[in-house]
Each structure stands twice: as structure tokens, then as C-alpha cells.
């Protein structure tokens, strides 16, 4: 499944009755995510971003660049619409069936066209090694920058000094992949959002 049929997908499901308006929330809340995306593959009105899991979005926003996580649409798109072509067109590609199954998706659908091609990509280091490697894949595919995040796996002051300067250092890029300075009063904002998101999300 591609961007516009995930969309219509949460389109449908947006319009279903649903007793918990949590549930309603979370639908409206993935069709906007999804047409921001489409906006951006068919009309180029933004730079399209493909992410990983564990980079920080809020840069992004408060550059106007839209973000696309490949390995939550290969979720999704395979809980829509089952996975095992984009398993075998992984597998014909090379990838070894016992990699984790959601990257063998993202990798069958960026084989078979079915991710948006993005300006760039940005990865991060997290607590997932094989991330990077997929991700990799993704770059070659569509043959466009990318940069990679290093995040320590430690919270350690050491550590958060050492990410920060990640993060610092990635802005340049950012700034020349979009011909623009970050906002950083933007940025605020982004972080304010976000930190409201994680303190609702806990109650």
C-alpha cells in the first residue's frame, strides 16, 4: 500500500463510530499526518524527510520539513494489507528473512515503489542497530543525502552533552538541504508541543 491508499485507510476509519474518542482523535491525527505527506511527494510544496524511528521530529517541524517514518507506514501499511509481497520483494533484493520483520517490509516497499521519494534522510542510532543498516538500503535506493544521528545508548550527563552536540551539528545540514536558517523561537515551540504530548500521554 502506498501513501494515498494508507490515507484513505484512515480516511474510512476516521468515519467509523468508535467509543472511546481516544480512538476518533487517533485517526484524525494519522490523516493529517498522511496529507502532509502526500501534499509533499505530489506537489513538492515541502522537503520530504524518510526518518527513523528514534530521530527527534521536532527539528523538522520547526523547519516546515515534513517527516515521513518508513518503518511506521510499513506497519501500518501491513496491518492494512498484509505483507508477505513486500517480504518476498525484500527477500529477492537480498534481505535475509531473519532480519526484523517490520525493516524487511519498509525494504520490499521501497524496492516495489511504494514509499515516497524523499529529499533526504535522516537516521539515529538509538537502541536499534539494524535501523541503520535498513536504512542504509533506503539511501542507495533513492540515492539521496542523509546524515546520521550518533545517540548515545546511555542518559548519563556525559551522554546527553555528547547527543546534544549531535544535534547541534545536524542543523547545518538541515539548513542546506532547505536553503533556510532554523527558527529557533519555532523550535520552542516544537519542544513546548512535545513535552505537552509526553505529560498527557503519561496520564
Given at each position: 500500500?502506498?501513501?494515498?491508499?494508507?490515507?484513505?485507510?484512515?480516511?474510512?476509519?476516521?468515519?467509523?463510530?468508535?467509543?472511546?474518542?481516544?480512538?476518533?482523535?487517533?485517526?484524525?491525527?494519522?490523516?493529517?499526518?498522511?496529507?502532509?505527506?502526500?501534499?509533499?511527494?505530489?506537489?513538492?510544496?515541502?522537503?520530504?524527510?524518510?526518518?527513523?524511528?528514534?530521530?527527534?521530529?521536532?527539528?523538522?517541524?520547526?523547519?516546515?520539513?515534513?517527516?515521513?517514518?518508513?518503518?511506521?507506514?510499513?506497519?501500518?501499511?501491513?496491518?492494512?494489507?498484509?505483507?508477505?509481497?513486500?517480504?518476498?520483494?525484500?527477500?529477492?533484493?537480498?534481505?535475509?528473512?531473519?532480519?526484523?520483520?517490520?525493516?524487511?517490509?519498509?525494504?520490499?516497499?521501497?524496492?516495489?515503489?511504494?514509499?515516497?521519494?524523499?529529499?533526504?534522510?535522516?537516521?539515529?542510532?538509538g537502541v536499534c542497530d539494524s535501523e541503520i543498516?535498513?536504512?542504509?538500503?533506503?539511501?542507495?535506493?533513492?540515492?539521496?543525502?542523509?546524515?546520521l544521528i550518533d545517540m548515545p545508548y546511555q542518559?548519563?550527563?556525559?551522554g546527553v552533552a555528547y547527543y546534544l552536540k549531535?544535534?547541534?551539528?545536524?542543523?547545518?545540514?538541515?539548513?542546506?538541504?532547505?536553503?533556510?536558517?532554523?527558527?529557533?523561537?519555532?523550535?520552542?515551540?516544537?519542544?513546548?508541543?512535545?513535552?505537552?504530548?509526553?505529560?498527557?500521554?503519561?496520564?
Open positions: 500500500m502506498n501513501i494515498t491508499q494508507v490515507l484513505e485507510a484512515m480516511r474510512a476509519g476516521r468515519e467509523m463510530d468508535h467509543p472511546l474518542e481516544s480512538v476518533r482523535l487517533y485517526y484524525d491525527l494519522m490523516v493529517r499526518y498522511y496529507e502532509r505527506i502526500e501534499e509533499a511527494e505530489k506537489n513538492r510544496s515541502r522537503p520530504l524527510a524518510i526518518v527513523g524511528i528514534y530521530t527527534p521530529i521536532e527539528l523538522f517541524y520547526a523547519m516546515d520539513i515534513v517527516p515521513c517514518h518508513a518503518e511506521l507506514h510499513a506497519m501500518i501499511a501491513s496491518c492494512l494489507g498484509g505483507c508477505q509481497s513486500y517480504f518476498d520483494t525484500a527477500a529477492a533484493y537480498g534481505t535475509p528473512i531473519e532480519a526484523c520483520s517490520v525493516q524487511r517490509a519498509m525494504i520490499g516497499m521501497a524496492k516495489g515503489g511504494l514509499l515516497p521519494t524523499p529529499d533526504f534522510i535522516v537516521s539515529a542510532a543498516k535498513s536504512l542504509e538500503v533506503l539511501i542507495k535506493h533513492f540515492g539521496c543525502p542523509h546524515y542518559g548519563e550527563s556525559a549531535e544535534l547541534e551539528e545536524l542543523v547545518p545540514f538541515l539548513e542546506i538541504q532547505i536553503g533556510r536558517p532554523l527558527d529557533r523561537g519555532r523550535l520552542e515551540e516544537a519542544v513546548e508541543l512535545s513535552r505537552q504530548a509526553a505529560v498527557l500521554y503519561r496520564q
